[in-house]
């Protein structure tokens, strides 16, 4: 908390939270009810995060965006530095009261950064990514950094049960007392509403969010090929950006070849999805590894079966044969059988599997929840009664 000489001073500086990410599009698109709640309570919400278009989003929200160097692709451990001290000169220039870190580098290098500068932080573990899935020279290192860096925040969320327990196992946690179960980021079930599924006389699949080969999108596109011979009239879309800063990301030169060959429709990206959801009669995401995917929340909130593949995260939303289906990952001939199923299913069926999506997400991820966790733990780390709770959720 900010050192105050008067109680005058004190009401003069509005208490300040950080939010960190190694892209702004990440913050406003998962984070935009925290913000609301902050904003709301007069808190000084700062993003730090490389500049992107939604820099001049986050500021009509309320929010005070920073430029923040991370080369998410990069292990050059000089531009990680650089990230590193970039932090530690803004958080001793800002004295945050609070400070959230999201994704790897900003989990890693700001928990450092936050401890060097005496600021308290939560490390929000979003997803794994290459790190457990690939055996690599660059996953070891980062295993050996999360040990080293996850010693020093107040709390480390875990958005998934397997996560936690890859953790553990792994012995990357000094204080596993310190760790959290937060069941996702959640959904405005509210913002993303019933909708009833399209009338059309074809079936269409839309995989959503950044086009990464980890995402499965090869093996989605792979499994369009095996159907389309059997279901020519079936679509399979695709919604998100190309060539991100990420290992994993998939080249335009791709997008076109498939497009091409008329196996997928590209639909660009998009800060709005849930036309694109109200559309579709299935939303697919065969990911290889999540921490709790949007994606597939949003869908099931708007009433949409929804077919993933059995892996962390994933799992977590999607009860197999209840609000949709399961299939093996990094497996397009499974995948494919899973989308049949879709396929063959009668309208009404569709709309039941939807429908109990809805149900599930409604009492299971309801982002009111979410929001009632960040304001209890900026209670319990800021003593300010704005923060007290009201809902009794439990930690």
């Not at 980890?214 to 011979?229: H, N, S, T, W």
């Not at 929001?371 to 009201?390: C, D, K, M, P």
């Amino acid at each position: 908390m900010k050192p105050s000489t008067s109680t005058a001073s004190a009401q003069a500086a509005p208490l300040t939270v950080c939010l960190v990410c190694n892209t702004g599009f990440a913050i406003y698109t998962y984070r935009q009810g925290v913000i609301r709640m902050l904003v709301a309570k007069g808190v000084r919400v700062i993003v730090l995060a490389p500049r992107d278009r939604t820099f001049a989003l986050l500021e009509q929200m309320g929010c005070q965006c920073i430029d923040l160097p991370v080369a998410s692709k990069g292990t050059n451990p000089l531009r990680d530095l650089h990230t590193l001290a970039a932090l530690y000169r803004h958080y001793r220039t800002i004295r945050p009261d609070v400070v959230f870190h999201y994704t790897i580098k900003a989990n890693i290098y700001g928990s450092v950064a936050a401890w060097l500068a005496r600021v308290p932080s939560i490390a929000v573990t979003t997803g794994l990514g290459y790190v457990f899935i690939q055996k690599s020279r660059a996953a070891s290192v980062a295993k050996a950094l999360y040990r080293f860096a996850f010693r020093f925040p107040r709390e480390v969320w875990f958005l998934n049960r397997d996560d936690h327990t890859a953790f553990l196992d792994e012995r990357l946690l000094a204080h596993p007392e310190r760790a959290k179960l937060l069941h996702g980021e959640g959904v405005d079930i509210d913002h993303f509403g019933l909708t009833p599924l399209p009338r059309s006389e074809h079936v269409t699949f839309v995989l959503i969010g950044r086009l990464l080969w980890d995402k499965g999108v090869g093996e989605y596109v792979e499994a369009a090929r095996i159907l389309r011979a059997r279901h020519p009239q079936a679509r399979f879309q695709l919604l998100g950006p190309v060539g991100v800063d990420n290992p994993s990301a998939i080249a335009q030169a791709d997008i076109d070849g498939w497009t091409g060959e008329g196996l997928v429709e590209y639909l660009g990206e998009a800060h709005d999805v849930r036309p694109f959801i109200a559309q579709a009669d299935c939303v697919v995401l065969p990911s290889y590894r999540e921490g709790v995917p949007r994606t597939l929340m949003e869908a099931s909130a708007m009433g949409r079966p929804i077919v993933a593949t059995d892996v962390p995260g994933c799992r977590e939303v999607v009860d197999d044969g209840v609000t949709g289906l399961l299939c093996e990952v990094k497996n397009a001939q499974s995948l494919a059988a899973k989308l049949e199923r879709i396929l063959n299913m009668d309208e009404p069926a569709r709309r039941e599997m939807g429908l109990r999506g809805r149900d599930k997400v409604a009492a299971e991820f309801d982002e009111a929840l979410v929001i009632e966790r960040y304001r209890q733990t900026l209670h319990a780390l800021t003593g300010e009664n704005v923060f007290q709770s009201t809902y009794g959720v439990q930690r």
